[in-house]
Structures are given as structure tokens and as C-alpha cells.
């Protein structure tokens, strides 16, 4: 039954933003097993563990203490084993030079949190959706900022 499953990391220091996200994928229901931590060292202790299920979907906050989100993912993409892992970008920024240093350093879409409930489903559901083996061969700018 655990291989239906679509393994999903959210980390947000926000709690409320954590709450919102998890109770946007029970009303989807999508087969899904979600993770979340409320700031970057957690997120990277729990992916270096070598015995560790490593998400299909990383959402990933920029602005959390700790350790930010784009320095998670530079992390991420240093690590042979984390590199390919499919990256969200979650934020409330939609500040341009966020947007370009994420998709420069190698984040797969870029969404701006969702200001009401049924946008958040909405954007979850499309990036669950969408077939990252074949998005990733054409990602570009103009398709990387999910726009709703």
C-alpha cells in the first residue's frame, strides 16, 4: 500500500501555513503521505539520514530560521543522492531576484502562497499532478512561477 503513496515534505516555519498545507491534501485526496518541519536543519537532518524516504515533492519555505530554504537547496543539489529530487519553492516572497536565484540554482517551480484555501488546493493539486520526468527536459523561466 506504501508504494501508492506520494511522499510529500513541506518546510515552513510558519505553523499555520504547516496546518493549511496538510489539511489541503486530505481534502484532495491524493494518496499521500505528508511530512512537514518547521525550519531547514530539521528538513536536512531527516533527507542525510541514509535511512530516510525520500520525498517524490519537496516544498520548500525560503524564509525560515535555521537554515533558509535556498540554502537547503544548495545543500540539495550538492548531494549525489538528493540532487534529482523535485523542488517547490513555497513562499510568501514573489520578489523577482528570489524567483531567478531559485531557478538558478535548480528548484523545479516556483509558487507564491496561495492568499485563500481553494487556491492553495488548487496550486497543490497541479504540481502533484504534473509529470516531472518530462517538465524538468523543458523547464524554462516562463514556466517555472506557477501563476493562478
Avoid: H
Amino acid at each position: 500500500m506504501q508504494n501508492n503513496l506520494i511522499n510529500i515534505v513541506l518546510a515552513d516555519d510558519d505553523e499555520d501555513d504547516r496546518l493549511f498545507f496538510t489539511e489541503a491534501f486530505e481534502e484532495l485526496k491524493i494518496k499521500s503521505n505528508v511530512s512537514t518541519y518547521n525550519n531547514g536543519v530539521l528538513l536536512m537532518e531527516y533527507l542525510n539520514k541514509t535511512d530516510s524516504i525520500l520525498p517524490e515533492l519537496l516544498f520548500l519555505d525560503l524564509n525560515m530560521p535555521k537554515k533558509s530554504g535556498i540554502e537547503c537547496l544548495v545543500d540539495i543539489k550538492k548531494n549525489a543522492r538528493l540532487k534529482d529530487m523535485v523542488i517547490a519553492i513555497y513562499s510568501t516572497s514573489a520578489s523577482e531576484e528570489d524567483i531567478e536565484k531559485t531557478f538558478v540554482l535548480g528548484a523545479n517551480i516556483y509558487i507564491k502562497k496561495p492568499n485563500d484555501f481553494k487556491k492553495l488546493k488548487k496550486a497543490l493539486s497541479e504540481v502533484v499532478t504534473t509529470n516531472w520526468q518530462y517538465q524538468t527536459d523543458s523547464l524554462n523561466k516562463d514556466n517555472f512561477l506557477l501563476r493562478l
